[in-house]
DNA sequence: CCTCCACTGGAACCAAGGGCAG
DNA sequence: CTGCCCTTGGTTCCAGTGGAGG
């Protein structure tokens, strides 16, 4: 036998796919030509940064915006236009994008930011102190012969700042040549930043509101474009990806990947086009799969609180926070986690919407209960929990 | 306003990975 | 090589706070 991936009919499928001529513009890391209804917000941060141009430090800059409103594809939008401007100039700047959910210490941060700029630096064993001082020695020596400007752009910064504090931007916004922009999905982030560290960051912030279901329609059909083979898509799949994913607080990247997997669907099934009832069941796919996703990612421990939230919805209990523990404990015995840790897994699952909680009162004798429902398919569940 | 349980914040602790000076 | 100090991610321990029916 041959090589699987040189199958004959998987190679025909390659070469004449009915439906796709290119995936890739639909992948949300995708970068367009030209960014359709983010122009304003680029303008605004090109108005900023235009200023390194002259030599000058730009301000620090904040961007705002719920989860696919174009933030970090505005950013690097911004970073490739200004890179080729200042090559044209002669003016030396780099612009380093650092995503906080990799690097999530300011010791992280910081030796990676070493790392890019040529000075090789431990991941671990130094001080936080000696990471700083080599990193601070990068501008200090001149080693590029010209003054250097570093942009550091710091997407879901609230991630950094909640885990170790606002001690970055303390260290970066010190440096005399280092601008920050920094990216969050949450308008409140500055509060985990005490008013020392605020005025010394002195920011201008910029708003990404949610696409609109046309604006939505706009960017897909763009990509749609590039990435459809011509008069495959039947003419009410997109308004329906828009106007679903406008129902999704206007999520860019969730109404891309609906336009994806129904043509997924569409090809999976040899159909000539792609009709709405494939955007329907993409929804389904998508939501199945980030469930089974999430889930069989998640840590022993994690797993087995849901396992334990599984059986006792089986039994058709009212699951409070205290049976949930005993739950928990028979099913993990010897290397169970105390009380207290069961919360954040409470926390940490309701957050990624696997369950609900909601606590009510009950009165003297009584007091409080905590009631978790199960806020997934059941069934989905417990395949997931139990085919890893 | 008391009471009981659910919940939270913070310090301390631990083990694993690593650098460096002696 | 050895001992000591560092970060990190996970945990435990403890001392609280909060809410509403009684």
């Not at 931007?169 to 969050?184: G, K, M």
């Not at 028979?330 to 290397?335: H, T, V």
């Given at each position: 036998m041959g090589n699987i991936f040189e199958d004959e009919k998987l190679f025909s499928d390659r070469r004449k796919n009915i439906i796709f001529k290119d995936k890739r513009p639909l992948d949300h890391r995708y970068l367009p030509e030209k960014l359709v209804h983010r122009d304003m917000q680029i303008r605004q941060i090109a108005k900023y940064w235009v200023d390194v141009l002259d030599d000058v430090t730009p301000s620090n800059v904040t961007l705002y915006g719920k989860t696919g409103t174009g933030k970090t594809a505005a950013s690097k939008f911004a970073r490739e236009q200004l890179i080729e401007a200042a090559n044209n100039a002669n003016i030396f700047v780099k612009i380093e994008y650092i995503r906080c959910t990799d690097y999530t210490t300011e010791y992280q941060v910081i030796a990676e930011l070493c790392n890019r700029l040529g000075r090789d630096v431990p991941n671990r064993g130094w001080t936080k102190a000696e990471v700083v001082n080599a990193f601070r020695q990068l501008f200090r020596t001149n080693a590029y012969g010209k003054k250097l400007h570093l942009i550091v752009i710091l997407d879901e910064i609230d991630i950094l700042l909640d885990k170790d504090g606002d001690g970055i931007?303390?260290?970066?916004?010190?440096?005399?040549?280092?601008?920050?922009?920094?990216?969050?999905n949450y308008l409140d982030f500055k509060n985990l930043i005490n008013s020392r560290v605020k005025s010394s960051l002195n920011d201008k912030e910029i708003i990404f509101p949610p696409y609109g279901a046309?604006?939505?329609s706009d960017i897909l059909s763009e990509r749609a474009?590039?990435?459809?083979?011509?008069?495959?898509?039947?003419?009410?799949?997109?308004?329906?990806?828009?106007?679903?994913?406008?129902?999704?607080?206007?999520?860019?990247?969730?109404?891309?990947d609906l336009l994806k997997n129904a043509g997924e669907l569409a090809h999976d099934e040899n159909c000539k086009k792609v009709v709405s009832d494939h955007v329907r069941r993409a929804k389904d796919r998508i939501e199945h799969n980030k469930i089974t996703e999430i889930i069989s990612t998640l840590p022993l421990q994690?797993?087995?609180?849901?396992?334990?939230?599984?059986?006792?919805?089986?039994?058709?209990?009212?699951?409070?926070?205290?049976?949930?523990?005993?739950?928990y404990t028979?099913?993990?015995?010897?290397?169970a986690v105390t009380y207290r840790r069961i919360f954040d897994f409470i926390n940490e699952l309701e957050l990624l919407g696997i369950i609900s909680t909601n606590t009510v009162s009950r009165g003297r004798g009584k007091g409080r209960t905590n009631i978790i429902k199960l806020q997934c398919d059941e069934t989905l569940l417990e395949t997931a929990l139990y085919t890893i």
């Open positions: 931007l303390y260290t970066l916004t010190r440096a005399d040549n280092i601008s920050v922009l920094s990216i969050s046309d604006q939505l474009a590039l990435s459809f083979n011509d008069d495959v898509l039947e003419a009410d799949v997109i308004p329906l990806c828009s106007a679903m994913a406008a129902k999704e607080e206007g999520d860019a990247r969730y109404a891309l994690q797993q087995r609180v849901l396992e334990a939230i599984l059986t006792l919805t089986k039994q058709k209990e009212e699951i409070t926070s205290g049976k949930l523990y005993e739950s028979e099913i993990s015995k010897k290397d």
